[in-house]
């Protein structure tokens, strides 16, 4: 539905920004008649605020917040809806509880259908193994006390979630979707997932609940990409770049009707 539309108003469009590759393609492909298309890395993450810390201080955050230090903490934050698809991620954390009893999943945010995702873990018996966190705003400590982020939507344009969970040095499990595939890289700072595979995501949480070395190996290299394209300094520099031609462009029309 939204596509003809947004092509329709290319037509009257002096700049269409966009914020994947995959969308910047489709739009210069596809001859959308903006006069101009540009690709920004999102909105940026603040590097300094979503950071790192040392593995002696996670483990100090967990006994703080009621874990224990050997706890793996999985971490999702999204509205509960159909295209977050917690219950996929319940699912797979059902099949791999046999193998990985101390993995636990944080699920932070509200929505229609947190109860019904509520009950399916009392279903499945791993009601112990997962927080319902409600709404929080401090998504930059809860990421340092965590081990691993894991997102199951189905639709995405670039996740802000994911972003900051790799700025915190996190390796990610991921399905596939134009957002998520921008961002993450197969055995470089986590995998990516066919949709709705929750035997395919109960494997890469055992894999990485057993190995602390390859966890730190994928996490930094997520920091490294969000530092090398997505901080929010870059991102400020790309939008001023592209707004700047249009101000100046202004500033020109302006002097020749003077």
Not at 194 to 217: T, Y
Not at 223 to 251: N, P, T
Request: with cysteine; glycine share 4%.
């Amino acid at each position: 539905m939204y596509y003809p539309l947004e092509k329709l108003l290319s037509y009257l469009t002096d700049c269409l920004i966009t914020i994947n590759e995959e969308d910047y393609q489709l739009a210069v492909n596809h001859r959308f008649r903006a006069s101009r298309v540009e690709l920004v890395h999102g909105v940026g993450v603040n590097t300094e605020r979503f950071k790192p810390v040392e593995n002696s201080y996670k483990r100090e955050l967990k006994q703080a917040n009621g874990y224990q230090p050997d706890d793996i903490l999985l971490f999702y934050a999204a509205e509960f809806n159909a295209n977050k698809n917690q219950q996929m991620l319940i699912h797979a954390l059902a099949s791999a509880k046999e193998d990985v009893p101390n993995v636990k999943l944080l699920l932070a945010g509200e929505g229609a259908l947190k109860e019904q995702c509520r009950d399916l873990a009392e279903q499945l018996h791993i009601a112990d193994q997962i927080e319902f966190l409600g709404y929080r705003n401090d998504i930059d400590q809860l990421l340092q006390m965590c081990d691993v982020a894991v997102a199951s939507s189905l639709r995405e344009g670039l996740p802000v979630n994911l972003m900051e969970a790799m700025a915190s040095g996190l390796p990610i499990i991921a399905s596939e979707n134009r957002g998520h595939n921008e961002l993450v890289h197969n055995e470089q700072n986590g995998w990516l997932i066919v949709p709705n595979d929750q035997a395919a995501m109960a494997e890469r949480i055992k894999l990485v609940a057993h190995n602390q070395e390859l966890r730190m190996k994928l996490g930094k290299s997520g920091r490294e990409l969000i530092e090398s394209r997505y901080a929010i300094h870059q991102v400020l520099e790309e939008k001023s770049r592209i707004y700047s031609l249009f101000m100046d462009e202004k500033v020109e029309v302006m002097w020749a009707i003077q």
